[in-house]
């Protein structure tokens, strides 16, 4: 299917590695020209560097944490005017909700509620100008179904659901959509991360805690990047301008609701 996006410019957070990087390398694919980002530069610069050569677009790549003011400014300064904006950043580490503080929170909240709130706040006048714009902010799961040793996550990406809610509305008269991708467990370092915090705890190898969580995974696997990159790219296409303010829940069945 021909997306319609050709020529297009994207800023795609997050996205040396994992979903960020699976949601790069489909817009790619589509024609649209990228600003990447991430934190350490050399896997930066080495992603951006296949996806120049495999797709042949334009590939501005940028070393920041998108979680800081300053992080932002340089990313934003460098990737100029855009036409779809991909927001992402690592998650909180798991925990125990007697335990977290203050301080734990802010740093969720900054990194997975006010740091696409502000990416939103600095994109959003550009593309209603122009008539035309796709945001898609990578959340979780969490946001549907929460899990407990996530509360980091949980209270952080909800925030950020209610604000695009209330604000996917306000901006869809202007041929601007934001709407939310919720992964499941993908296979990606993050799951990583997370089964081998399971593999401390209950004392069993990697493989077992994998093949646990797999199977509570009606498709019996974990997602790719390359399908959560595909759906995002669907997200930003021209063919989804009727998709407004929704939450598109990736996650192999695992979730057990009717909506
Ligand atoms: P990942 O494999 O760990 O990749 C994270 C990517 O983000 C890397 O490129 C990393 O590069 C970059 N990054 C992390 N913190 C950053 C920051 N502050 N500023 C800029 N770049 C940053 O993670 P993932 O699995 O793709 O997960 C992406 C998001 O989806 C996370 O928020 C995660 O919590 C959420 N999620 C994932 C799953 C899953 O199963 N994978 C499920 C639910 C939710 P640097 O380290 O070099 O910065």
New binding site residues.
Partial sequence: MDLGITGKRALV?????????GCAEALAAAGVNLVM????AE??EATAAEIRASHGVEVVAVA????TEE?RAKVLAEAGQIDILVT????PPPGLWSDWSRDDFIKALD??MLAPIALMQAALPGMMERGWGRVVN?T???VKAPLGVLGL?NSARSGLTGFVAGTARQVAGSGVTINNLL????A????D?LDGAVVKSAGITLEEARARRAATIPVGR?GT?REFGATCAFMCSQHAGFMVGQNVLLDGGAINTTL
């Fill in positions: 957070c997050a996205s040396s590695k994992g979903l960020g990087r980002n991430a934190r350490g896997a930066l920041a944490d998108i979680t992080g992402n950043a690592g998650g990194a997975n990578i979780s799961q969490a996550s992964p499941g467990i993908h990606t370092d993050r799951a991360s974990y990047a």
